[in-house]
Every structure is written in C-alpha cells, then in structure tokens.
C-alpha cells in the first residue's frame, strides 16, 4: 500500500502509544463523575471524544513523509474539538503528541523554513490544546509544554546532525585492508 510507504516499526509503535493515550484520554473525559477533581468543569461526556481523539493522534504515523502535513491534520482535528466538546481534558494525549512533533520537525522537516512553519504548527497545536483544558485550566501549561518541546526539538535536531554527519562519511573499504 502506498499510503504505509516509508513506515518503519518504530513509527507504530509511536502512533500506537499516541492512539492509546487519546482513547483513554476520550475514555476519561465520557466516564467521569460529577465530582472529578479537574482546574474546569467539564462541557462534555460524549462518547464522539474518543474517535475525534484518536484521529488527532493518528497523523504521528506520516511524520516521515510529511510533518508539517500531519501538524496540520491533528492541528484542525483538535482545533475543531474545541467548539465540538468545549471544556474537556485533551492534555493527556495531545501534549505528548505535541512534543512527539517537534522532535520530529526537527528530524524530517529539511530545510530551515519548514523548520520554523513546524515549530509555530506545534506551537499552535498546543495552544488550541490548553485554550480550553479541563486539566489545566487553560493556556498557562504553556509553561511547560513549549520548553518541553523546545527540548525534544533540540534532541531531534542533535541526532539529525549526527546521522548526517555519519552518512557524509565514507565506508571503509574492506577489500583494500591488508591482512
């Protein structure tokens, strides 16, 4: 199948852990009691958060092909379950999926433009992911999301450099190697 081209195991395992958090995550968010102790009441307990979540998480897997693709994908899924739910937890799921992306933006985004279009895509991923966050209360996880992606960010831009680094050198030429 064309569409899994360019998947490597690794990738499905990522999306499987990203899909499981936002089911559970939507799972939560329809089975919790009047009582939850959360920073907002919640707007929502419909069962549609589960699907809606897990396709949110689902773009993860094309992060080689396209990041900036599937920053956007999950961007506008999210981005619509704020009027669809209105206050509910999405940081379980989505801020790890966030971060996921920014290491990704710097592993497969290739030139420095779409490093920046990547970065303001995951900046912008989680702000529509706090604005209204049961959780959090709002924006001011912001706090620790950006830093944390930032890092994340950073890691992937080191190991981009050295499996560049490593592919600019020559194999050694075995057959020319006296015994």
């Not at 199948?1 to 089911?23: E, F, N, Q, S, W």
């Not at 799972?27 to 009441?41: C, M, P, S, T, W």
């Not at 490593?166 to 075995?174: E, G, K, L, Q």
Request: aromatic share 8%.
């Amino acid at each position: 199948m064309d569409i899994l081209k360019g998947i490597r195991p690794l990738d499905y395992v990522l999306t499987a852990v990203m899909v499981a958090l936002a089911a559970l995550i939507g799972f939560e968010n329809v089975n919790a009691g009047a009582d939850a102790d959360l920073a907002h009441k919640l707007d929502s307990q419909s069962w549609l958060m589960i699907p809606v979540f897990v396709v949110a998480a689902l773009p993860i897997l094309w992060r080689r092909r396209n990041i900036l693709a599937a920053i956007a994908v999950s961007f506008v899924v999210i981005a619509a379950s704020v009027p669809m739910f209105g206050w509910v937890t999405r940081c379980g799921f989505a801020l790890p999926l966030s971060i996921a992306m920014a290491y990704a933006v710097a592993r497969f985004a290739g030139s420095r433009q779409n490093h920046l279009i990547g970065l303001v895509g995951v900046l912008a991923l989680q702000v529509v992911i706090l604005v209204k966050d049961s959780s959090t209360g709002g924006l001011g996880a912001l706090g620790l999301g950006v830093p944390l992606a930032l890092v994340f960010y950073g890691i992937g831009f080191f190991v981009q450099t050295r499996a560049e680094r490593n592919a600019d050198v020559p194999a050694r030429d075995t057959d020319r190697v006296p015994a």
